[in-house]
């Protein structure tokens, strides 16, 4: 019982630490999305040149950090007619180039960590579209396609299909300051929320348990952690395969991250780890059910390797300039709730986020969490904020 309990008040003190940030995230997400229509990104994704895909992962950094929603979204984009590397693009930057990662990893880890994920997040962006150029051949996309178009529901379907942006004519600020703005940022927050909730507490219930339970020298040995060109070479190999068997996506993999680093993984395995949230074992058959096993197997393998590559990219850059961080230096929080500047920045955005929720209830939100495991495909509202067709 002491265990269970002292695994508990780590995940608790962890909680506390970072509200804050996730609701700072996720609010400017909710105003990004607010103002950008769902409608207009097919167009911008019909090919996968260089400017398409730049625009594929600007997009996704606009999006939904939720890894279910993501991927179902991008199968809605490909079915509709986008470039299936532009789709996968656009995945990437939707789970690990959102606001709300960067401010977690910089709060728990360092800056070094965010600036990390925004360097080796195009970086694998670039790598996937060599490989997808080099390997990816009509017949196998032909059948993905076919696949796709059956339209199997996967996880989120009803979350990624509503496009809960402005209706309203006008430019951003107008659009962002109106009653409708207003709406449409409370509706994007709230259902945000509700898709990452369940990740986030799997992740950091299971974050406390290892930190109270896995002794140090097993993470030592594990990662060869004494042995700095052995752990550099294998912390990026390793990290998605952890990642892949801990079943934790989205941000809620950054408390295990916070664990495995403090235990000697090296810092591009953490990268690595971080970017494998697309390959745990859900989503990995997610895949099979929209594109089909051999589209499935020919994404594992390629995001793998680009995965890898990534952390290694990460690793010698960062290391080579000097701005690797102590391992010493991240943050496991284990003091509970005091008088400190976290918890007046928690009181401050709790108090932000009830606005929001108060909002989205008196404005149809409870019939659109209703919807958040709808069937894919066209015709799903998104409310009065949106009111429009699914993406």
């Known amino acids: 019982m002491h265990a269970i309990l002292h695994a508990l008040s780590i995940t608790a003190s962890m909680t506390w630490a970072i509200t804050w940030a996730l609701i700072l995230g996720?609010?400017?997400?909710?105003?990004?999305?607010?103002?950008?229509?769902?409608?207009?990104?097919?167009?911008?994704?019909?090919?996968?040149?260089?400017?398409?895909?730049?625009?594929?992962?600007?997009?996704?950094?606009?999006?939904?950090?939720?890894?279910?929603?993501?991927?179902?979204?991008?199968?809605?984009?490909?079915?509709?007619?986008?470039?299936?590397?532009?789709?996968?693009?656009?995945?990437?930057?939707?789970?690990?180039?959102?606001?709300?990662?960067?401010?977690?990893?910089?709060l728990l880890m360092g800056w070094q960590f965010t600036a990390a994920e925004f360097v080796g997040g195009p970086v694998m962006i670039v790598l996937l579209a060599v490989l997808f150029r080099r390997l990816l051949r009509e017949p196998l996309l032909r059948?993905?396609?076919?696949?796709?178009?059956?339209?199997?529901?996967?996880?989120?379907?009803?979350?990624?299909?509503?496009?809960?942006?402005?209706?309203?004519?006008?430019?951003f600020l107008r659009r962002l300051?109106?009653?409708?703005?207003f709406t449409a940022t409370s509706h994007v927050f709230v259902m945000e929320w509700a898709a990452i909730l369940r990740?986030?507490?799997?992740?950091?219930?299971?974050?406390?348990?290892?930190?109270?339970?896995?002794?140090?020298?097993?993470?030592?040995?594990?990662f060869f952690d004494g042995h700095p060109l052995a752990a550099k070479l294998w912390g990026p190999v390793v990290g998605p395969l952890v990642a892949i068997a801990s079943f934790v996506c989205s941000v809620g993999n950054v408390p295990l991250a916070v664990v495995l680093w403090k235990g000697g993984i090296s810092f591009g395995g953490v990268v690595a780890f971080i970017f494998a949230d697309l390959l745990i074992l859900p989503i990995?058959?997610?895949?099979?059910k929209y594109y089909g096993r051999r589209m499935a197997l020919f994404l594992l393998v390629t995001f793998y390797i680009c995965m890898v590559l990534?952390?290694?990219?990460?690793?010698?850059?960062?290391?080579?300039?000097?701005?690797?961080?102590?391992?010493?230096?991240?943050?496991?929080?284990?003091?509970?709730?005091?008088?400190?500047?976290?918890?007046?920045?928690?009181?401050?955005?709790?108090?932000l986020a009830a606005v929001l929720v108060v909002r989205f209830l008196r404005t149809g939100g409870r019939a659109m969490l209703g919807m958040m495991g709808g069937a894919p495909g066209?015709?799903?509202?998104?409310?009065?904020?949106g009111g429009g067709p699914s993406a």
């Not at 103002?35 to 625009?55: H, M, Q």
């Not at 950091?204 to 930190?211: D, P, R, S, Y």
Request: hydrophobic residues 50%.
């Open 26 to 106: 996720f609010a400017f997400s909710a105003l990004v999305q607010a103002v950008v229509r769902r409608s207009t990104v097919v167009g911008l994704l019909g090919d996968d040149r260089p400017r398409t895909l730049a625009i594929a992962a600007g997009l996704g950094i606009a999006s939904s950090s939720c890894s279910y929603a993501a991927v179902a979204l991008a199968r809605s984009l490909f079915r509709k007619g986008a470039d299936f590397t532009a789709a996968m693009a656009f995945e990437i930057a939707s789970t690990n180039l959102v606001v709300e990662l960067g401010v977690i990893l910089a």
């Open 143 to 171: 059948e993905a396609r076919e696949q796709a178009d059956r339209g199997l529901a996967g996880s989120m379907e009803g979350h990624a299909a509503m496009d809960m942006s402005v209706r309203r004519e006008g430019g």
């Open 177 to 181: 300051c109106s009653a409708e703005g």
């Open 199 to 222: 990740d986030l507490v799997l992740g950091l219930l299971v974050a406390g348990a290892i930190a109270a339970w896995v002794p140090d020298s097993f993470w030592s040995a594990f």
């Open 284 to 288: 990995l058959n997610i895949y099979r």
């Open 310 to 351: 990534a952390g290694y990219a990460v690793e010698f850059l960062f290391g080579g300039l000097g701005l690797v961080p102590d391992p010493a230096d991240a943050t496991i929080p284990t003091e509970g709730v005091s008088w400190d500047y976290t918890t007046w920045l928690n009181i401050v955005f709790l108090l």
């Open 378 to 385: 066209p015709g799903r509202t998104a409310g009065p904020a």
